[in-house]
């Protein structure tokens, strides 16, 4: 069998509960590259906190320029009490932001799937959220949360103004709406595009772009347009009327959170933040779980992996180019639920509680 040779991933355990999940992961590709012929190197940095702790900064420039030099960027999280007051540059999200932005990550992807073993643990009814699986693409650089001007200013009367700006340009738009179709076309060719064109002009452009580029070059992707409320509604509603979601960053950061707790834990749910092609013609991309560092039961090795060995499974479906192993992975994980093993956080009675590392090993052993 031919191995894959040189190719590098980076992982970036950084606080919390993220060295416990980090650690199953790198479990898993170290499988990967035993028994599947793969060749990864896997590389190792600090990030957020525990960067701070060391260097008095949340991302030193070796660790950025490690993640430029790797196929894909695996983050556990960052974050936790001891940094709280920490003045704004050096606070461990400093390095999230400092990557997505260095990296161009202008398309972040959010699954929500619902698995069949944990139907009970959503609170909608099974009926509805069975058989779910759609995935939501936010645009990441843009918008309100980076438009200019912005800020807090003093006007008459002894009042302040808080003020940002919406605004979208053509490329924005139509390089995020590409990665909707594009992945659309792997799944079931529809797409809905939300916005507020009812009331917003960056509305409008947003519809009338993502429009033209599915007239232009995705003739047979089924696009509908729904304004962002209605969107909001139509999730708790009916949602597997929905296949792939694209929309702004901030109606995205919004309806992604919905749509994921639609699911459950935030123990299972995986992201990927992807970007544009660098000179070679790869993708630039960083994976994480959604959930942060879970201060409250960091160290006592009963957090959940799966939502970061689903962040995995992105990496070698997105970046890596590995889909019969993606495949592999998110079916090693259907396994051991179907077997009733849970952490903690997914724990029903009749079926058995393990800590995270029994998880990973539980996960390894239905990869074989
Ligand atoms: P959180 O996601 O860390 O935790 C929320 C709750 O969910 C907690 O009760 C936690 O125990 C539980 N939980 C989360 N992940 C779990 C897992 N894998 N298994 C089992 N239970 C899990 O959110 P929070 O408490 O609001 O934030 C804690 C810290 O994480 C803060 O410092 C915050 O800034 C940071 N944070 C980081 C990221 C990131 O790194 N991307 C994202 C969100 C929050």
Redesign the pocket.
């Known amino acids: 069998m031919i191995k894959v040779k040189n190719r590098k991933i980076l992982l970036l355990p950084?606080d919390?509960?993220g060295p416990e999940?980090i650690r199953e992961v790198k479990k898993i590709i170290e499988w990967f590259n035993k028994n599947k012929s793969l060749d990864f190197k896997i590389e190792e940095g600090l990030v957020g906190g525990a960067s701070y702790d060391k260097h008095k900064n949340p991302i030193t420039d070796e660790v950025f320029y490690k993640a430029l030099e790797s196929e894909a960027v695996i983050l556990g999280?960052?974050?936790?009490p001891k940094y709280d007051n920490l003045e704004f540059s050096k606070r461990p999200?400093r390095a999230?932001l400092k990557l997505r932005k260095e990296l161009k990550l202008f398309a972040n992807l959010r699954p929500a799937i619902c698995f069949e073993q944990l139907v009970a643990a959503s609170s909608l009814k099974p009926e509805i959220i069975s058989g779910l699986d759609i995935m939501i693409v936010r645009e990441l650089t843009g918008g309100i949360y980076f438009g200019e001007p912005r800020g807090i200013e003093a006007i008459e009367n002894n009042e302040r103004k808080g003020v940002n700006t919406h605004s979208y340009t053509t490329s924005e738009i139509q390089r995020v709406a590409k990665v909707a179709f594009d992945l659309a076309k792997k799944r079931n060719n529809k797409v809905t595009s939300c916005e507020k064109s009812n009331v917003m002009e960056a509305g409008v452009l947003w519809r009338e772009e993502v429009q033209a580029l599915k007239d232009k070059e995705y003739p047979n992707i089924d696009l509908s347009h729904m304004l962002a409320d209605n969107c909001a509604m139509q999730l708790l509603r009916n949602p597997k009327q929905f296949d792939v979601i694209v929309t702004d960053n901030l109606f995205g950061d919004i309806l992604s959170d919905e749509a994921a707790m639609l699911t459950g834990s935030?123990?299972l749910l995986p992201s990927a933040s992807l970007g544009a092609k660098d000179k070679n013609g790869k993708t630039r991309s960083m994976y994480?779980?959604v959930?942060?560092?879970?201060?409250?039961?960091a160290g006592k090795n009963i957090?959940?992996?799966i939502?970061t060995v689903l962040s995995l499974s992105m990496a070698l479906r997105y970046s890596l180019d590995l889909d019969i192993e993606a495949d592999l992975l998110d079916s090693a994980v259907q396994k051991v639920l179907d077997d009733g093993i849970r952490?903690?956080?997914i724990m029903s009675s009749g079926k058995k509680e393990v800590n995270t590392s029994v998880m990973g090993d539980a996960i390894i052993s239905k990869l074989k």
């Open positions: 950084g919390g509960i999940v999280a960052v974050g936790g999200e999230l935030l123990g994480e779980p959930h942060g560092s879970a201060p409250d039961i957090a959940n992996p939502a952490t903690k956080d």
